[in-house]
């Protein structure tokens, strides 16, 4: 069965750095574009970066272009998502995704996904 399980989700100071990381299970992640996703209560959930299955393609959006960098190692079936310069208004449940047939602009843009993970919560605060 096809499972995406995120970690590293945590209360960070602004300014801080957090890792987050995207491990599959059931599955191979060489065959499938990643993307990382954000959602705060009330909010539609966003698309902040994806990531095609080479590495080669990766879309930001504008909100965590510079700060944030997505990653993936195929050899451990994980993809992570680096977290530098954090601010408050980055604090949401962060998610993982992916999708075997999509565009990485079409991912993060209009969420074309196949399945998610459940969350984990980053809490940017002083």
């Known amino acids: 069965q096809l499972q995406l399980v995120e970690s590293g989700g945590d209360l960070v100071q602004p300014g801080g750095s957090l890792r987050l990381s995207c491990a599959a299970s059931g599955f191979t992640l060489d065959g499938y574009l990643i993307g990382w996703f954000r959602q705060v209560p009330g909010k539609e959930r966003e698309g902040i970066s994806c990531?095609?299955?080479?590495?080669?393609?990766?879309y930001y959006a504008d909100s965590v272009k510079g700060r944030f960098t997505i990653s993936r190692d195929n050899a451990k079936n994980t993809a992570y998502l680096q977290m530098n310069s954090v601010k408050p208004e980055d604090t949401a449940v962060y998610y993982c995704?992916?999708?075997?047939?999509?565009?990485?602009?079409?991912?993060?843009?209009?969420?074309?996904?196949?399945?998610w993970g459940q969350g984990t919560q980053v809490t940017v605060s002083s």
């Open positions: 995704a992916v999708d075997a047939w999509t565009s990485t602009q079409s991912m993060c843009k209009f969420l074309v996904v196949s399945s």
């Open positions: 990531i095609d299955t080479s590495g080669t393609a990766i």
